[in-house]
């Protein structure tokens, strides 16, 4: 079992430039989540999929942000533009079935800088 | 609304000393309850879930948590802290009527142990 593959691990670039996060859930899993970390606000569950389905997506903060998943295996999370304040920590998640005690397996996250 | 609330941002402990992380939530259905751990630049880790099977659960890694309704209180504990264990904690909440897998995560406990 690989786990949650997230890529890049990093991403650098400047205000106003697309950015695109990409996540691989582990296989077999039906539901995916994208978390987004920081300081200030903890983590923030911006959207999540049931069987590639967008079900909630309340937590995306503004139209910039949009995520798809075309397939089950693949997933992405895109910013554009990109403002430093998008700056975090973003973290995919997923899970095995659809149900509330059914636990999420995080990524290791990829860690956006908007300069 | 669910919610969770950690006590303390941050708990410092000697080496073989008690652990204890505060964690009280607000639901008003029965809830599901989780403890993840985060090590650096790494993603999260579950810990440990509460599902209304026993109050008292274990865990990985000597950590188990206790269930208290009355107190709507989902405490951590480790009886004899290891230096492994320095790491960031969250507690989290899913109410189980939601049948979403979606958590909502407290603001996160960093625990330091001191040798």
Redesign the interface.
Known sequence: DAGVIQSPRHEVTEMGQEVTLRCKPISGHNSLFWYRQTMMRGLELLIYFNNNVPIDDSGMPEDRFSAKMPNASFSTLKIQPSEPRDSAVYFCASSPRTGSNSPLHFGNGTRLTVT | AQSVTQLGSHVSVSEGALVLLRCNYSSSVPP?L?W?VQYP??????LL?Y?SAATLVKGINGFEAEFKKSETSFHLTKPSAHMSDAAEY?CAV???????????????TTLQVKP
């Open positions: 599901y989780f993840y630049n790494q993603g999260l880790q579950l879930k599902t969250f899913s109410p189980s009527s939601s049948n979403t897998g979606k958590l909502i995560f407290g603001q996160g």
